[in-house]
């Protein structure tokens, strides 16, 4: 089944040499693993690959030196949902002084009521704040490569069509709620709720960063709805509200290797000229600019969430603000 179109790519001929480039890509599974396959064939300088299982890392390099031995990858062991985990990771694993594509890719979905080890809403923590601590971390490494010969800084950030599910959210993102966790709904809806407000602020923390760091071109991207063990794992009522959504909107699933090529083609086979900063992109290079929900413009909703995000940051490491 073919993947919707926007723009024709293929990732083995479209993606330009990666000579000399550092890339780093949250989430070694799944879509994670297959945009490491496609850039590992382009020959970069480094790979970085970052998660929590240590076993299927060290899996998906050795296939990936079985097929081009002089891959350089390291994988960096964290814990997206452990603010102090990302700050030790990558201050420990990330030995270069540039970064070029930096694919914040991991997440989860549909989750019940639950805190983060730092006492955030689980979903929110993993899929924004523990990226958000990631992207601050890896900061000035992006900036260093902006100053190069040749410079194309990409920022990719994974969210989903599932954002429109904070509609059932008054304003879109709970900012009482995530912290204490007090109020969370316990309703059968509340776990898409939850998901749907932590993939707006993947969109807005996107806008956002583009607006701060205009020398970095940073996106939003849907890969797709894509046959992932991630939605195998849904069960029940989870899975029938996932299944209806998609008949729905009339989607149909693609495979897991096209569930990276949007991912890719704003990373690395688009050039900076061919994308808007801050910009939400559908497969493939679909840019979207209509039929949004408003709060995806937001504009003083993105600031908030961006200053109530480093509030939290600053607590554990300092420096993201500018």
Known sequence: MAVETGVFFDPAADIPSSAGKVILVTGGGRIGAESVKAFAAHSPEHIYISGRNSTAAVSLIADIRSRYPAAALTFIELDLSSLHSVVRGIKTGFKHDRLDFLLLNAGIIAKPPALSIDGYEIQCATNHIGHAMLTKQVLPHLLNATKMPGADVHVVITTSEGYELHRLIKGGIAFDELQSGSTMSRTILGPWARYGQSKLANILFALELG?????????????????????????????????????????????????????????????????????????????????????????DLAKKLWYWTDEILVKFDDGMSK
Request: aromatic share 10%; hydrophobic share 35%.
């Open 211 to 299: 607006r701060t760091y205009p020398e970095i071109m940073t996106v939003s991207v849907h890969p797709g709805v894509v046959k992932t063990p991630m939605l195998d794992g849904l069960h029940g009522f989870n899975k029938v509200f996932n299944d209806f959504g998609c008949r729905l909107n009339g989607t149909i699933p693609v495979e897991l290797h096209q569930g990276a090529w949007n991912q890719l083609w704003c990373a690395a086979g688009a050039t900076r000229e061919e994308l808007v900063n801050g910009g939400f992109y559908k497969p493939v290079g679909v840019y979207c600019t209509e039929k949004l929900t408003p709060l995806v413009k937001d504009k």
